[in-house]
């Protein structure tokens, strides 16, 4: 009997086939010693292929300027292209030499007849022309970047399998950026709780699409970690693009960035170059360095999508560029400020810039420099929607509840309508492996255009509770303002008497004075002083007490923890006042039992 022929394997998919790539790479650097699983081997990873991808984008450009006829300025000189190090003396580049080249200062360059810097300390010297150049970027990528291998056997390997990777094919990068979503996403989920707070991607997804910015907008995330909030717009303002202009606006004057951590902008750099913009707009300094007074109609934009860090404090200069009375070391409430500063103004033919933000529970909720900031945010700004996650959202990076704020610059709030989007049916959390999904946003979606109050809906009329909280609070603050006039008027008083009884305590050193007359006018003046102090410290008193009873009255209209009236309450979400409040209500209860029964007890 003859024998069947094997079957031959089907090719491998552009998928599969970089996805076995990065794969090999990942073996290959879990034998060296230097790395400490996903956090260390995604970033080797990254600025790898980032050096691959731009020899190959320098490549195209090159040819696209000899066909034209034109000449183009080389970001990289040789010997440190890709092309010299790893490919053509890749032979040679290996090992010892290899670990030499890309990390010490001055070493003997590839070819063996000079010296020079090595890879890193030339990168991270580069310098452009306007603060924008591709040579600018490259430097800052670098001055967060280190080669935590310490093999430069297995490097070599890794660099070979990332060469095979080609970045010029249009089909590969589409793919490799899906890949490259996977990675990023197990990174997060290596980061555990220590790691950063990341954004699901099904919630960007939704806050992009009920924004809907349009290409001729300037779109910002001032904190934009790994870059998915401007993946997401940019793969928006794609679909729009009709023209070769549209594409060009779209390249160089739609989207801005801001990371002040190495690691997420290095990620954030390659994360948007794999989805297609060629080059990204991400400032690698604190977003928060600036003052927020110094801030002017040239820095504002017209669409901010972000998630700030939140649970992180900043410094005291950071807190120095903020209004004196809106000074915290809260991340996210300083970068709330920054967000309202920073969104355009409604302009002839030109609509308010509008913004979505993703805090934490605490800021609806919060007094303090907390309640004076949304005090600024509700009259002048129009928050027009809040909703509200369920718990477990971001979990396990975080289990703090969380909201979506809405607002734009079109004038003061009026109304605004809450929607708390409820979990699966038949679940009580999201985990690792069963995270929120973006079909749960579909009601929501159609709800944002004809709303209506439902049972995950409802509305807090502001511009009402506001009237009627100033109301109730202003005979209080003038009955304040009455008291602390008075404590002007006597501390006027004080001093005149003090005066007076220096004076005449002076005068009994003089001779021929009638020092008993003297004496009795000093007891009289000091009578006056001691009851003008007791009226002066009864009217501080009294504009103490009447202070607060307006500001209890007035502040709670701030709070922004709105519950759902067609649903149950959620006990974590109380504000504290309300929880100590509740707890002091059940103990009183129980001490009345407790007291009945031992009524009984006496009876028996």
């Known amino acids: 009997m003859a024998k069947r022929a094997p079957k031959s394997k089907a090719p491998l998919t552009t998928a599969q086939q970089l996805g076995s790539i990065l794969k090999s790479c990942r073996d290959i650097m879990r034998k060296d010693k230097g790395l400490n699983g996903d956090l260390d081997r995604l970033p080797m990873i990254t600025w790898i292929m980032f050096l691959k991808f731009f020899d190959d984008i320098e490549r195209l450009r090159e040819t696209e300027a000899l066909l034209e006829g034109k000449s183009v300025k080389a970001a990289l000189q040789p010997p440190y292209r890709w092309r010299d190090w790893a490919v053509e003396h890749a032979k040679a580049m290996t090992g010892p030499s290899l670990m030499q080249f890309i990390n010490q200062d001055e070493v003997t360059l590839p070819g063996g007849e000079t010296r020079g810097a090595g890879l890193f300390a030339y990168l991270r010297a580069l310098q452009g022309d306007d603060g924008r150049d591709r040579r600018d970027v490259i430097a800052t990528i670098f001055k967060g970047v280190s080669n935590r291998m310490e093999s430069g056997y297995l490097l070599r390997d890794v660099i070979n399998k990332i060469n095979e990777i080609q970045f010029q094919s249009s089909e590969e990068i589409h793919t490799l950026s899906r890949l490259y979503e996977s990675m990023l996403k197990e990174m997060r989920d290596a980061a555990g709780d220590s790691g950063e707070f990341y954004t699901p991607r099904p919630v960007v997804q939704f806050m992009v699409k009920v924004l809907a910015p349009k290409l001729g907008e300037v779109i910002l995330d001032p904190a934009c970690g790994t870059g998915g909030f401007l993946v997401e717009v940019f793969k928006y303002l794609s679909e729009q693009c009709q023209t070769v202009e549209d594409r060009q606006r779209l390249q160089t004057a739609s989207l801005m960035g801001g990371e002040a951590k190495s690691l997420p902008y290095l990620l954030a750099q390659m994360n948007l170059l794999l989805h297609g913009l060629e080059t990204p707009n ?323």
């Open 282 to 604: 991400i400032d690698p300094g604190n977003s928060l360095r600036h003052k927020l007074t110094e801030l002017g109609d040239n820095d504002r934009v017209d669409v901010i999508l972000t998630n700030p860090p939140f649970g992180g404090e900043e410094e005291k200069g950071i807190q120095g560029n903020f209004p004196d009375d809106k000074q915290t070391s809260e991340t996210a409430l300083l970068f709330l400020q920054l967000i309202m500063r920073r969104l355009r103004k409604a302009k002839k033919g030109q609509a308010a810039g509008r913004a979505g933000v993703v805090v934490p529970n605490g800021t609806l909720f919060g007094d303090g420099v907390s309640a004076r900031i949304k005090k600024q945010l509700l009259t002048e700004f129009n928050l027009h929607t809040i909703v509200r996650l369920p718990n477990g959202v971001f979990a396990p990076y975080t289990s703090i509840p969380t909201n979506l704020l809405f607002f734009d610059r079109s004038g003061p709030t009026e109304k605004i309508w809450y929607y708390e989007l409820p979990l699966p049916e038949g679940r009580k959390n999201y985990t690792k492996t069963k995270p929120i999904q973006i079909n749960e946003f579909d009601d929501c979606v159609g709800w944002w255009e004809q709303r209506e109050a439902n049972e995950q809906a409802w509305t807090y009329d502001f511009v009402t509770a506001h009237g009627e909280a100033l109301a109730k609070a202003d005979p209080h603050w003038q009955t304040a303002k009455a008291a602390l006039a008075r404590v002007k008027a006597w501390g006027k008083t004080i001093k005149e008497l003090d005066s007076e009884i220096k004076a005449l305590t002076s005068a009994l050193e003089t001779e021929g004075v009638k020092k008993n007359e003297v004496k009795k006018q000093i007891k009289a003046l000091k009578a006056e002083l001691k009851q003008a102090k007791t009226e002066e410290k009864e009217q501080q008193e009294l504009a103490k007490t009447e202070q607060k009873l307006g500001d209890d009255v007035y502040w709670p209209v701030f709070n922004l923890d709105q519950k759902n009236p067609n649903g149950e309450e959620a006990f974590e979400h109380r504000p504290p006042e309300e929880l100590v409040e509740g707890i002091l209500q059940k103990e009183q209860r129980i001490l009345e039992i407790l007291g009945e029964i031992k009524d009984v007890l006496v009876q028996v």
